[in-house]
């Protein structure tokens, strides 16, 4: 098969791809860093198409689709996997630009992706579109604002997709992980290392690999049947209670 992966130097997008790749499939994997996504091609023994461009780019994501070689055109799955936090402040207190990068990235890439190659997937009678959404989209929490929002969007469009698609062959899941370990937090907080760890120390949070082991496994079931939703949390967390201010 051939996967194509958004954000493929991520550490999700690397798990995506390593997990893929490990079976022999085709990866087409995209990135804005090429030294970075030319180190992860020279690791992984599979046909590899690198394409360089931000999600967000509309111009350059079509671009990019209609140049694809005639034998990497039928991709048979899709994982929306790029975008990203920016920021964690108060809504009063936010910079807008973080929240405009969000809703590119998380938003506006994701449903150009899927435009872009949607229509040969219903032509084709298959296909899987999973989106990399978050537990963030269920359940939100102080300071996410525009982050939770942009993942409840992920949500809400992958279930009515799956209406839109019913009778084409075509699957659609929203993968929803809680707790990653990951560069999530380093890049939410601009680099600030010390920050980024704290988010994560003594948790025992959720590795990149859990999360490409249930991207892989959804694609593996029979093609009749289609996994929704999933959401994945590390067994230390949970969702929290209702807030109540007293004043």
Not at 34 to 39: F, H, I, K, M
Not at 170 to 195: Q, Y
Request: proline share 4%; with cysteine.
């Amino acid at each position: 098969m051939i996967v194509f992966i958004t954000g493929a130097t991520g550490g999700l997008g690397q798990a995506f791809a390593r997990k893929f790749a490990a079976q022999g499939h085709k990866l087409i994997l995209t990135s804005r860093k090429p030294a970075e996504l030319n180190t992860l091609q020279k690791e992984l023994r599979t046909d590899i198409l690198p394409l360089i461009f931000d999600v967000g780019d509309t111009k350059a994501v079509q671009g990019a689709i209609k140049k694809l070689p005639a034998d990497w055109q039928n991709v048979d799955i899709l994982i929306n996997n790029a975008g990203n936090a920016h920021g964690l402040a108060a809504a009063q207190d936010a910079d807008l630009n973080d929240w405009h990068m969000m809703i590119d990235g998380n938003c506006k890439g994701l449903v150009t992706l899927t435009h872009s190659l949607l229509p040969g997937m219903v032509a084709r009678g298959t296909g899987h579109i999973i989106n990399i959404g978050s537990a963030a989209g269920e359940y939100p929490y102080p300071s996410g604002n525009v982050y939770c929002a942009t993942k409840a969007f992920v949500d809400q469009f992958s279930r009515a997709l799956r209406c839109d698609l019913i009778s084409t062959g075509v699957r659609v899941t929203n993968i929803a992980p809680g707790m990653v370990e990951t560069t999530f937090s380093l890049n939410r907080f601009k680099g600030d290392a010390e920050r980024a760890s704290k988010t994560y120390a003594g948790a025992n949070p959720l590795q990149a690999e859990d999360i490409a082991e249930a991207a892989y496994w959804i694609t593996t079931q029979p093609k009749h049947v289609n996994v929704n939703h999933i959401e994945i949390m590390p067994t230390t967390q949970a969702a929290g209670p209702l807030q109540i201010f007293r004043g």
